[in-house]
T-cell receptor, first 113, second 114 residues
Framework: AQSVSQHNHHVILSEAASLELGCNYS??????LFWYVQYPGQHLQLLLK??????LVKGIKGFEAEFIKSKFSFNLRKPSVQWSDTAEYFC???????????FGKGTRLSVIA | DTAVSQTPKYLVTQMGNDKSIKCEQN?????MYWYKQDSKKFLKIMFS???????INETVPNRFSPKSPDKAHLNLHINSLELGDSAVYFC?????????????FGPGTRLTVL
């Protein structure tokens, strides 16, 4: 069965620092990959997604992620974080069509001034 | 305008009660899901359902039952609530297409069992 690992449980950064959150999945077949963000007390919002094509995908709010098939990874990056990026970030993977998403355990990002 | 809506947003109830959470999507999607987010923020699928097939995560107790009156609704009914059922429950939906079928999530229902 598919599993997703997010290596960092809690990341604390100063404003303007660069961010990279790791995500690895286990199943090697065709996958769809997602990053979701959950701001405090709010619901899940899609940051970006990968289905096919260019492995470097750009999302909202200056986030991007790179799909590296050989490493089963889909790391999230942002060159300069802001205080408003404080949130929980979830990587999710799906093997095919309408199968449910398998989520990682999330990474809490705290951005301090 | 809300794509996926859930009611109620908050639900506080006593152990042993039976409760329902409603979910509606106005996106014309054909597949809907229920996810549970526990106190450690871990999200896990409970059910997926389209008008042909209900798929149940085998770890979900049979006190939980999804009910779909039509394609736009997937309600979650919970019998004999237990303390461990306290969590945030998210509904989601998607259109079954081969390459582009992002899931849209509802705002969540925070269930507290006392």
């Amino acid at each position: 069965a598919q599993s997703v690992s997010q290596h960092n449980h809690h990341v604390i950064l100063s404003e303007a620092a660069s961010l990279e959150l790791g995500c690895n999945y286990s199943y090697g077949g065709t996958v769809n990959l997602f990053w979701y963000v959950q701001y405090p007390g709010q619901h899940l919002q899609l940051l970006l997604k990968y289905f096919s094509g260019d492995p470097l995908v750009k999302g909202i709010k200056g986030f991007e992620a790179e799909f590296i098939k050989s490493k089963f990874s889909f790391n999230l990056r942002k060159p300069s974080v802001q205080w408003s990026d404080t949130a929980e970030y979830f990587c999710a993977v799906r093997n095919s069509g309408n199968t449910p998403l398998v989520f990682g355990k999330g990474t809490r990002l705290s951005v301090i001034a | 305008d809300t794509a996926v809506s859930q009611t109620p947003k908050y639900l506080v109830t006593q152990m042993g009660n039976d409760k329902s959470i409603k979910c509606e999507q106005n996106l014309g999607h054909d597949t809907m899901y229920w996810y549970k987010q526990d106190s450690k923020k871990f999200l896990k699928i409970m059910f997926s359902y389209n008008n042909k097939e209900l798929i149940i995560n085998e770890t979900v107790p049979n006190r939980f039952s999804p009910k779909s009156p039509d394609k736009a609704h997937l309600n979650l009914h919970i019998n004999s609530l237990e303390l461990g059922d306290s969590a945030v429950y998210f509904c989601a939906s998607t259109r079954t297409r081969r390459y582009y079928n992002e899931q849209f999530f509802g705002p969540g229902t925070r269930l507290t069992v006392l």
